[in-house]
């Protein structure tokens, strides 16, 4: 199946390295005109160099409500339109027991992986996909699924990402929201899990290797290209089979 975007304009959070970067590259390979956006400047140019098709950068938290109002403008005022948000961006700046968690870290990450998706989601919604209908995916995780030790208020967040998924596809129709949950991949963001769990989860796994980056891209594009055009409020679990890794033991 070939995948076009020929004409569409993206715009990825989390975009300048790991799972955001592989998602902006096949996204614009695929034909689309992409806006990427993570916190550093220097690397969003560093990756938008490594991108080619028509591409343009935007430097922001995507916590910071005002600048997702800013940088979809700036989008739309670049590229003429949005018509794919992805939203990748996510933090995790707390590991251990759920009850251990201090305020200002649970709330730190509750406002980059929860409250920014709804509230860039908004600012999509009203310059552009109010009119003209598009699609928004959610990048979660498999631990919005299910319980996993030092994990805890991480996957809550992801957990609560994956209704917002459901809950938007069903206001917004015709703009389909669908979510992706990767399991564990090989990125800088994953390096502590990678580094102490990776090779034994990857012998676990039927697949017998971890996810990489652009394992996820490849799922991101079909589910927001039209060859996906009659799903919305899913969210998509990529493991390499860890959900039944039992069975296969």
């Known amino acids: 199946m070939d995948i076009s975007l020929d004409g569409k304009v993206a715009l990825v959070t989390g975009a300048s390295k790991g799972i955001g970067k592989a998602i902006a590259k096949t996204l614009a390979e695929s034909g689309a005109r992409v806006m990427l956006v993570s916190r550093k400047i220097d690397q969003l140019h560093a990756a938008a160099a490594d991108i080619q098709g028509d591409t ?125 949950a990767p399991g564990l991949v090989q990125t800088d963001f994953a390096a502590f899990l990678v580094d102490n769990f990776g090779d034994r989860l990857a012998a676990q796994l039927p697949l017998k290797r971890l996810g990489e980056p652009q394992d996820i891209a490849n799922l991101v594009a079909f589910l927001a290209s039209p060859a996906a055009s009659w799903i919305t409020g899913e969210t998509y679990v990529i493991d390499g089979g860890a959900g039944v890794r039992s069975a296969s033991a």
């Not at 938290?61 to 939203?87: H, Q, S, Y």
């Not at 919604?125 to 030790?149: C, F, Q, T, Y």
């Open 56 to 180: 343009a950068v935007y430097a922001a938290n995507v916590g910071d409500l005002d600048a997702a109002t800013a940088c979809v403008a700036a989008t739309v005022e670049r590229f003429g339109g949005l018509d794919i948000l992805v939203n990748n961006a996510a933090t995790n700046p707390y590991y251990g027991a759920t009850l251990g968690v201090d305020p200002g870290r649970f709330d730190k990450t509750f406002q980059v992986n929860l409250k920014g998706p709804l509230f860039w989601c908004q600012a999509a919604w009203d310059a552009a996909m109010k009119d003209h209908p598009g699609v928004i995916v959610n990048v979660a995780s498999v631990g919005g699924l299910r319980a996993e030790g030092g994990l805890g208020v991480y996957n809550l967040t992801k957990a609560a990402l994956i209704h917002l998924t459901r809950q938007l596809a069903s206001e917004l129709g015709p703009t389909r929201v669908v979510g992706v």
